[in-house]
């Protein structure tokens, strides 16, 4: 499947979860979802996020999951969502 045809859905994902339309476990969910259809039986490889131009770090699904629950990280990983949000444009998606 090309990254291509996810993205939107991915986007749309966060922007539900960030108008708390839809809950954590719904977003994880939906995610590992989405990341299974590009798995082949040997592949090791995951689903990765960058949420904006110059982002420094790529996050997967497991990442995503920790950092929502996290004290520490909790609200940067929500600033992440939120500017993904607000500008798609910046928005990048991996699978390696």
């Not at 339309?21 to 989405?34: A, D, M, T, W």
């Not at 990442?63 to 992440?80: A, E, F, G, T, W």
């Amino acid at each position: 499947m090309d990254l291509n045809n996810i993205r939107p859905t991915v986007k749309k994902l966060f922007a539900q979860f960030h108008n708390n339309e839809i809950n954590k476990e719904h977003l994880i969910s939906e995610l590992y979802k989405i990341e299974a259809t590009l798995k082949d039986d040997d592949d090791d490889k995951d689903l990765w996020f960058r949420f904006f131009k110059g982002d420094s770090i790529a996050t997967t699904i497991v990442n995503l999951n920790n950092d929502i629950n996290s004290r520490v990280n909790h609200d940067y990983i929500l600033d992440k969502i939120e500017i993904s949000v607000s500008n798609p444009k910046g928005f990048t998606i991996f699978y390696s």
